[in-house]
């Protein structure tokens, strides 16, 4: 096409197998200099793998990589990186056990007669996130942080690696609004200082807003390579999707409940004057059944950590919970779940999967903990939910018996949705669950979450899309500085811009007290 | 508003303890309260020379436990030290007594000896991806096994040289130093160096966080791990040669049992057996803990065979308690 | 340390002798026979003892040493973990004018003035013993003796010493043949283990020699079981003479035991007594040992302490 | 089954050195493989291995849930002589020690006492929350040290019938310890794969903050395992006692874990927790067995020993690691390139066959 500068990146032929899976299958990618170029597929369609054959994660099994004119046949990361290759890889990839500063640095630590100058390295840790508008403790431990914190700290260690190519897999999973244009600014500039960017999301308006051009891949194979302006949303889907237009109407949104047909009779949980010792200030909330309650705020506002307080992942310290108008002591995960309660996690790493047990084990843990191990699900009966739940949420492969840490980062979200989902629960946290899910499944995701809470489940929904946030909420509490700031029925006169807004010169003060704790967490200007 | 300043108010009193070297404080405390009772206790024992020959004593695990320290921070574990400790003894006394080479050419095979072992099991453990508890317990067995291919008896070492560096102590004052404990204490002084201010260093701990995300971050994996396992080979080789100045001879069967104190010396000294969270100082503490236990033992002078198995386990188990409660009490 | 001149008799202030003494650890019966009969004998002398384990270990037994040394305890006995490295620490405890009495094995100075004397038995001697009991009961006769060997844990000086006499002495019948030799590790259950090996491998063994009764009576069990019959299918000669392998010679399933006493404890006080009074005392001294057959066993059973 | 099938299952290569090991045995002794029946009861080689080895696949079994929940107990062996030395303190202090009621009461009070001792670990480990291998060497060190105390550092040596049953004895010619064995692997098996219990380690050990989160109670499984692998040892404890008739604080169960260890390594369970195959630890067990068991028929001299066992290890631990065979069997297909030149390299273009 255009042959104006010379492709920096080509890749060509490119297969690579799994046992049982071909997940690339003769697949061609080109990169140029100066360009977004968006890498777009469904969950599992090949785009990590793509990335990773490419930086020598794994092994090639046909194809050629050329890199400036010269095939390279990377064999590790780090030679990758040597090349001018930096990406930041789908999960986040960073060392908990270090501070942030180290993070950004390890490998590149800024060095004086071979002993490394660790307050030059805290300086420039702290310059550089600032130029991502994060100002956080860099001395801290990055376990510290929320993941959304850590994707940013991992962003900003592969920018600041001098690279001429710069990948990013789903960086913006877990952003805001406002970290995302922060991000999107940074990558204008550096495609303007032209370095190649290979970007993978599946929100589609950043696709739109930031790309140049956009590879589409299907089921491991090539399906085409087009320029932004010249493919139309809908089409994209349906390249990715690989169905007609007029089977995407199904994913159309359904109207919602009005608020009055569901706050009714006695609420199915109550939080009253619940607050954890330096995470939570004390707040109330309450959840009819069939409500959806959203939680809305910035990035480390304590929208996690509410939720958790409702599953007893962490205890709160103060406050009490009522249970269908009688006070419960929520002591742990236990409790909850003989209160129907489900908690799926945003971090479904570290906080969700198991990941060397089957997709199978792992969607029926939650249920078979909850009878005990003395009662096992019959076999005849795993099958049967497992199945249906791998056809429900499109779980592919859809193969039972795959280990979990082997399936694409969307595949493993709705594995841990599933499981929540067999236990039938009364309330379901849901904390970011369309994160790096396509957009088909997020569709089926939302329609699952109204069709739930239509018979009668409670909901309390955590995304860091707004606009997920008010399609389905029927109510919606602000958080800013872990603090409940307002509580907004969301009719017709809310939206985003309202939302913002309530963040913005929210009631409360920052709630002083709370945010030196040992679990403190970032801030961000706001 | 500046980062330094928005961090600096928002600190509280719980800053000014490190939370990271909490482990060490704790157990450094804890140490001192044991040597507090020694010296109320016994007679003598407030001597500071007591004090010393605890280094003079277990200069050589000190170093060993160096050694291990890098490889538990990766989140490996090195069970052939004890083995290639006496291998070290069984190979200078018997190239010193029986083929009467040079003692600094000895040093140099001893040391060498420890190195290339270690580096073959870094090598196994990474590029064959098997368990690094395995490949160890075959080096112990390879390394054991060499002891007695040498000589099932037990060696002297007369060398001169030997003898020499074995008599010889820094004395300051009333107080003496062995050489193995000053040996020690210099091999300390540059791990910590390493572990907190070189590339290398860093990249243990984050091997150790998370082996895969070092690989991804393009860390240098593969030449980490492999060196860890020679840093250790090269430190149980020298800790070693410093038994064989204590001891003045070689014994195939001497040693044994020597990992699971070095480990112990680690992990009480606050190191996290997953790896990526320790301090090599800890484990100089560590090391202090075991030695002083051993010291009230022989101050105490009465306990028969058993008890004094039990009372080194009671006294383990109390010092990990307090240990416990003391850093849970801080964390509500 | 520093303070009041340090010579000896300095210990307990009440004029009671202080015996230091350092003791491998309590790695078998034998050991623990060793230990106990110390500590009886200590107290029947009236000897303060400071006793301290070693745990096979070399290392704290030169602490343990130097600890005596610093506490100025009147005399120091120990049975060494290993032969070799006792020069310097020896060397203090001369400077510090305290005298050392060796136990159960020697060490290897070439200085014997570092220490008063060495009390114990005589591994080779026992292996010898042996040995020639066994050369002399097939003395004439010319038919090749097969003999399978159970060894003690390899390295240990009980292990090498009586491998080395039991071989020297055999040597003077060339139809005596070792035709296996493995370590039981000084265990009934490491003899039992081997000797099952053993009797699978080997169609024709005619002797066994075990380095101690132990793995003797492990071995007999496999004997009984292969359905041959100890003492007269396989003559078995094994060292300790400790009451069950007595019981097992007495029975007729042993045929010859070589003893290897523990109970050195009352001739040890003599000699811490003999020494801190400054007498002068033999550089060697072999414990009160003996052999044992069949008919002698049936005779001393019944007072066998141990 | 085709022959990839076979070769790709896992337990191949552990059971092709097995098969190794054994068939090495028949060039030293021609009837190795001989069975027959003495004295009423079966005789052969094999017979020895499997008793002798009775012991360690009980403590490996314990070992291997403990592994899997990503824990370690180095306390068997201590565990091993305590037991052993109650139980036979008890009966040698009984006025008729053939008395069965003796002998009950004395296997009851050492497997009563060895679940404490379990319980002791499990508590150290998931309730106080100490890292395991220091929680139990704990009691390796002072264990051994009550083993001694129990026994008065002497041997024991009993004279009773029924107990020498469990070690030495024989039921319907096979001898008694390897039914004891395999009944408690079974119910091993059973426990963990009949119920839940198995996926529920197996989730404590791959990710324990994930298996909270789903509500399993991996305080109560992580005890239960470290109980059940005290009561492996304890009656692995009885096992060696009966064998020779008496107790040894001093040597019994000595080293016992890092053998135990070993075939749960060899029998393919991480040491990092997670899946485990009680299959594959027995099988584990079988090979150290056969190791030792072919050293001594073998002949090989002691002095050796150490190594050959070095090496067979490193044989059967290289070839079960995929990566090794990947690198080795199949020749490396890509060259490992200099890192500082990675783009001087040569494309290779290898399309499988
Ligand atoms: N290590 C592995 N072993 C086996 N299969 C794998 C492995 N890694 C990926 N796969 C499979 O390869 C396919 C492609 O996965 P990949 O992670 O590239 O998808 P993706 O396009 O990034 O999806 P997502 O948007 O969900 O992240 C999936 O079917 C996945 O299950
Ligand atoms: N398990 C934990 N341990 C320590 N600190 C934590 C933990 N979980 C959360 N935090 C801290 O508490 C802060 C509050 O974060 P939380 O995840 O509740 O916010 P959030 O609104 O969900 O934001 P995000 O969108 O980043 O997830 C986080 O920034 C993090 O630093
Ligand atoms: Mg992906
Ligand atoms: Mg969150």
Redesign the pocket.
Known sequence: MTAQPPAILTMTGISKE??G?R?LDNVDFRLFPGEVHALM??????????IKVLTGVYGIDAGTVVLQDRPVNFHAPSQAQQAGVSTVY?EVNLCSNLSVAENIFLGRQPRRLGRIQWSVMNRRAAELLKRLELNIDVTRQLSTYSLAVQQLVAIARAIDIDAKVLILD?PTSSLDADEVAQLFRVMRQLKSEGVALLFVT?FLDQVYEISDRITV?RN?RLVGEYPTAELPQLELISLMIGKELADLEKLEEQPKRPISAVETGQPFIQAQGVARTGAVAPFDLSLHPGEVVGLAGLLGSGRTETARLFFGADRADQGQFLVDGAPVAIRGPMTAMSKAIAFCSENRRTEGLVGELTVRENIILALQAARGWTRPLSRKRQDELVDRYIRTLQI??ANPE?QVR??????QQKVLLARWLITEPRLLILDEPTR?I?VGAKAEIQKLVVELSDGGMAVLFISAELEEVLRLSHKIAVLRDRRVVTELVNDDTVDADRIMNAIASGAGRPADHLVAGPSDTDEVAA | MSTAELTASRRTWRDWVPTKQLPVLVTLALFGLMYGVGVLQYRGFSDTQVFLNIFIDNGFLLVVAVGMTFVILTGGIDLSVGSVVALSTMVSSSLLTEKGWSPYLVMAVVLAIGSVLGFLMGCMIHYFDIQPFIVTLAGMFLARGLCYIISTDSIPINDKTWVAIADYKFRMGNYRLSVSAVVALVVLAIAVWILSYTKFGRNVYAVGGSEQSALLMGLPVSRTKIAVYTISGFCSALGGMLLTFYTLSGYGRGAIGLELDAIAAVVIGGTLLTGGSGYVLGTMVGVCVLGIIQTLITFQGNLSSWWTKIFIGVLLFAFIMLQRVIRLGRKT | GDGEGGSGGGGADDGQIVLGFSQVGAESGWRTANTDSIKKSAEAAGIKLQFSDAQQKQENQIKAIRSFIQQKVDVIAFSPVVESGWDTVLKEAKDANIPVILTDRAVDSQDTSLYKTFLGSDFVKEGKLSGEWLVEQYKGKTDPVNIVELQGTTGSAPANDRKKGFADAIAAAPNLKVIASQTGDFTRAGGKQVMEAFLKAHKDIDVLFAHNDDMGLGALEAIEAAGKVPGKDIIIITIDAVKDGMQALADGKFNFIAECSPLLGPQLMDLVKKVHAGEAVEPRIVTEETTFTQEQAKAALPNRQY | MSVTTVIRHRFFWPVLALVVLLVSNVFFTPDFFKLEVRDGHLYGSLIDILRNGAPLILVATGMTVVIATGGIDLSVGSVVAIVAGLACYYISKQPDQNAVSGVLTAVALGLGLALLLGLWNGVLVAGIGIQPIVATLILMVAGRGLAQLITGGQIITINSDPYDLIGAGYLFTVPFAILVALFVVFLAVLLTRRTALGMLIESVGGNAEASRLAGIRSRRITIMVYVFCAFCAGIAGLMVSSDVSSANGNDAGLWIELDAILAVVIGGTSLLGGRFSIAGTVLGALIIQTLTTTIYTTGIPPEVTLLFKALVVTIVCLLQSPAFRAKVFRGRRRPVAPPATPASEEPKVEVPA
């Not at chain 1, 597929?41 to 793509?50: C, I, M, P, V």
Request: glycine share 24%; proline share 7%; net charge negative.
């Open positions: 799994f046992p899976v997940a597929g469904e969950n599992g369609a090949g785009k990590s793998t793509l789908q789903e599946h891949l491991g592919r492969p795959a082997n399936l694409s980062g969307g595949n790096g396509d």
